[in-house]
C-alpha cells in the first residue's frame, strides 16, 4: 500500500520529533538542531533514507550514535526500514546548528 503525501508528511514530522530526543553526548542540543541530519527521505512505501554527519570524524559516539539515530527512527509509526548513510561532506561547522541551538550554547546573544 503506497503513503499518501499527508501520511509521508506526518512521519516526516513525527521522524523529526524522533531526531530531536537523539543528543551529542558532549553538547547540550539535540542532533537535528545541531544541523547533523542532512536529509530525510520518505519514499511512498515507508523507507525512509536518513543522511547525517557527525561533529567530528573522531567523534567518540561515532559508532553508536548513528545506531540510536537509526533505532529512533525505525521506532515511528509507518516507517519500514532505515538506510542510514554517515557522510563527511560537507564538514559540519556551528553554522549549520539552528538559532535555538546556538543560543542554548551561547553562541548567539
Known sequence: MKLTDEQIAHIGDNIIQALKTVYDPEIPVDIYEL????????SDEGSVKVVM??????CPVAESLPAEVKEKVAGVEGVKDVDLQ???EPSWTKDMMSEEAKF???ILF
Open 86 to 88: 554517515l557522510t563527511f
Open 35 to 42: 544541523g547533523l541530519v542532512y536529509d530525510v527521505q520518505i
Open 104 to 106: 542554548e550554547l551561547g
Open 53 to 58: 554527519t557527525l561533529t567530528t570524524p573522531n
